[in-house]
């Protein structure tokens, strides 16, 4: 072999593995998407809108209650998304790991160690087809005037309205929402938090109150059993029985 051919050579090698070798390209995963995560409370559906720049990932929730920013990566098909929601002054970091693949994404979502769940996400559907499809959030329960009659003859309680609810759990306060229509004493509704939303029904029997509940997880379903005293705008003495977790207490105000 001539000093020239040893010289070429190596040239000619790598060009052979460039031509030979695939070609990569970096999903782009930019456009709006409806996030549905599947948690203990039931699923949700969340419009999100999503950016990337290379790796790097930005976007927001976007909802009537406002915009949520988020972050994250995109590697490859490994995605990571977080974002921070604060529930009554109570900053919450949620974690959405995942994979895309072609035009959907499914994975897991973290929620700031209070538990995990399933997610995915799907390309939005066109301007016309979205008041359709608006999540079920952004149509809150109208609550009906009819009040239950008192048990005891005293001032009849009304629970019907929208409800700020503290759960207080081994690991700390954990806020949700229940939104009550109430006719006679029969109530209805749902109970929703950062986690998700489930349907609720229950009674008003004068000031006591009892609800129940079926929380969706995956492990099964989980059965809650909620009692406690309607005292004007508050819910006091309360009480939760959740299966397999024992009791914890609980207590509402009326949002004004």
Not at 161 to 167: A, D, L, M, R, S
Request: proline share 7%; net charge negative; aromatic share 4%.
């Amino acid at each position: 072999m001539t000093r020239a051919q040893s010289c070429l050579l190596p040239l000619l090698v790598a060009a052979a593995a460039f031509i030979a070798a695939p070609a990569y390209a970096q999903t782009d995963i930019t456009g709006d998407w409806q996030l549905t995560v599947n948690s203990p409370m039931g699923p949700r559906t969340t419009p999100l809108s999503l950016k990337q720049d290379g790796e790097k990932v930005t976007g927001k929730f976007k909802s009537q209650a406002g915009e949520l920013p988020v972050s994250g990566t995109l590697v490859g098909d490994d995605l990571k998304l977080a974002f921070t929601l604060n529930v009554q002054g109570n900053p919450i970091d949620i974690t959405l790991t995942g994979k895309v693949s072609g035009a959907s994404i499914a994975g897991t979502a973290n929620f700031g160690g209070l538990g995990e769940g399933e997610f995915t996400a799907k390309p939005a559907p066109a301007a016309t087809d979205a008041a359709a499809t608006t999540p079920n959030e952004t149509s809150p329960i109208t609550p009906a005037a009819t009040t239950a009659p008192p048990a005891n003859g005293g001032t009849p309680s009304n629970a019907a309205g929208i409800w700020i609810v503290t759960f207080v759990t081994p690991g700390g306060e954990f806020p949700a929402t229940a939104r009550l229509a109430q006719d006679g004493g029969t109530l209805s509704g749902t109970f929703g938090s950062h986690l998700g939303e489930a349907p609720v029904s229950g009674t008003l029997d004068g000031h006591a109150l009892k609800l129940t509940m079926i929380a969706k997880t995956p492990q099964g379903d989980v059965d809650v059993s909620l009692t406690g005293d309607v005292d004007g705008d508050s819910i006091v003495n309360g009480k939760a029985e959740v299966t397999g977790m024992g009791q914890m207490a609980w207590s509402a105000k009326r949002k004004q």
